[in-house]
T-cell receptor, first 116, second 115 residues
Framework: ETGVTQTPRHLVMGMTNKKSLKCEQHLGHNAMYWYKQSAKKPLELMFVYSLEERVENNSVPSRFSPECPNSSHLFLHLHTLQPEDSALYLC???????????????FGPGTRLTVL | AQKITQTQPGMFVQEKEAVTLDCTYDTSDPSYGLFWYKQPSSGEMIFLIYQGSYDQQNATEGRYSLNFQKARKSANLVISASQLGDSAMYFCAMREGYSSYKLIFGSGTRLLVRP
């Protein structure tokens, strides 16, 4: 596997279900991100982890719970979601720090989530 | 105020022709980076090209080049010799300062390449 992978690619869940999204990066990066992409809206940053510590949490409802057990893996645990949470959830990683050149973020293919 | 503005919601281009996708940005930080990403219908955001605020020359990557006009705060993406596979959403993004944490995205431009 190379780059950033995400599973599952598609998920349909009811409002009372509990599910988890998984992201894995094979780039040796030290920062990982969750984004939400809704129709006709700019990409929204949800969470940032750097060296496995959460450094950013952009007012995301508590029904979304991130977990970063190590620098290569990132999870997004979902519970009691609402229909408006239906979106494409993208994971990204980067090598953060001064002097690292192109500090770009590299994205996974996303999980398309539908909440019924 | 929007930090990244992409004024073209949709664009058409004929196959093999060049196309320019517009992006303007707003920042008071002297150190910033500008990125372009491509998002095909599959959903993945594919990194295309990067321009640093201190870079003297415009960035180029194969058929992609970035027309960086610092005084005008614009960072337009030029795609030369368009191919059918270039049909996708294109997002301009900006990183302020040296941390890659906050990548601010524009609303995107949908490019359709006609055969």
């Amino acid at each position: 596997e190379t780059g950033v992978t995400q599973t599952p690619r598609h998920l349909v869940m009811g409002m009372t279900n509990k599910k988890s999204l998984k992201c894995e990066q094979h780039l040796g990066h030290n920062a990982m991100y969750w984004y939400k992409q809704s129709a006709k809206k700019p990409l929204e940053l949800m969470f940032v982890y750097s060296l496995e510590e959460r450094v950013e949490n952009n007012s995301v409802p508590s029904r979304f719970s991130p977990e970063c057990p190590n620098s290569s893996h990132l999870f997004l645990h979902l519970h009691t979601l609402q229909p408006e949470d239906s979106a494409l959830y993208l994971c990204a990683s980067s090598q953060d720090g001064v002097g690292t050149g192109v500090w770009g973020q590299f994205f996974g293919p996303g999980t398309r989530l539908t909440v019924l | 105020a929007q930090k990244i503005t992409q004024t073209q919601p949709g664009m058409f281009v004929q196959e093999k022709e060049a196309v320019t996708l517009d992006c303007t940005y707003d920042t008071s930080d002297p150190s910033y980076g500008l990125f372009w990403y491509k998002q095909p219908s599959s959903g993945e955001m594919i990194f295309l090209i990067y321009q640093g605020s201190y870079d003297q020359q415009n960035a180029t990557e194969g058929r992609y080049s970035l027309n960086f006009q610092k005084a005008r705060k614009s960072a337009n993406l030029v795609i030369s010799a368009s191919q059918l596979g270039d049909s996708a959403m294109y997002f301009c993004a900006m990183r302020e300062g040296y941390s890659s944490y906050k990548l601010i995205f524009g609303s995107g431009t949908r490019l359709l390449v006609r055969p």
